[in-house]
């Protein structure tokens, strides 16, 4: 038996243990399991080179149109399809485009090219149906009456245009810089998977509004960031974002009916409470979801009710169940919300009562649900924690690289 001065070490290195290293203990697992800080890794498989006019995206601004207007106050540049000086000045008035012919007619002068390309020489931007574009705009014929617009634009540059119409300006840096790099990683993914197309995105993919999305601070959050991507196992995914989730974001799988990858298999989210759209509750004419339905040739009449069917784990069904009066019809849950209007059905996280003339919808959420949560992103930012820190929650097992 041990001396009874023994016991009373004992005792006292125990009572210490409980009081300082069990809490010491759980503060490390709390930090492990809610902060996943993730390293930036140097460089890159075959990602952007460090050639500065290969970090040009190209963005479709305009699809198929018959005119359009466009102007350059300060020097400019016009190019035909074989690079060769075709117009230049010191300042481009307002000036109609249109396709008359087979000759592309800017401001009266027509010109027999393949394509035009304005080159803004002076900086301040060419304005295109009144908004500001600090790229190339290129103007390519499609039909003997109509044209497309494409902007050439260096990455950084369009990641700090769509940054200052993605998220508000006054929000947490770590927010805005979490979503930056998120951009510039969807970006990149959509640069290489179309690098040999006419255009990498659709200005309608993003919220872009050319140099009016422009601010000191969003310049300022893009150049912390520069060159930073997201990958798994090497590779750049497709960084989706969305506005509000509503408590837990949303597998690609079930969304869009993608390759499963933990990256965007869905998380609990948590920080969004603070959204209008967190839970919502709308009525919807019946007539008017006919019509919207209908012109898109879904072969549905006289609608009963809707149902989302094959939920996930944010609650988002992968398909809508419409019952009408002959019958029922299934279609793609993300469609049918983009029918109806993104604006009107906020997302497809929804329960539906049938309400005589309306359908009553009740759901949380804006947005596909996949990906980051700007309101989340916000959230986090505002308990303290940093852009390495919020993107490790949203894209579980994801890695950073700067890529140049």
Known sequence: MLPFFWYKIMHKTFYIAIMFIVPFLVAVTHLSCKRDITKIEEGGRDYASRDESALNVRILLLDRVKKAELSVDGRYQILGGLSNVVDEGVKLDKANVFIENGWINLGGKRHYNSELRIKDLGGSGIVLDSIPYRGEIRILPQTDKEFSVIEEINIENFVVGVLGCEMPNSWEEDALRSQAVAIRTYVENRRKAKKNEPFHLDKSELAYRGMLGETAKSVK????????????????????????????????????????????????????ENSKYYTWSVNIEKSSILQKLQKAKVNVSNIVSVKTVNHGPGEHGSEVEIIAAKGKELMNANRFRLLVGPNNLYSTAFTARNNGKNITFSGKGWGHGVGLCQYGVQGMAKKGFNWREILGHYYPKSELRRIY
């Open 221 to 272: 959050i893009v150049q912390d960031t520069a060159g930073i991507v997201m990958a798994y196992h090497g590779e750049i995914f497709s960084a989706y974002f969305h506005s509000t989730c509503g408590g837990h974001t949303e597998d690609v799988n079930l969304v869009f009916g993608k390759e499963k990858l933990p990256p965007l298999s869905g998380v609990k989210c948590g920080y969004c």
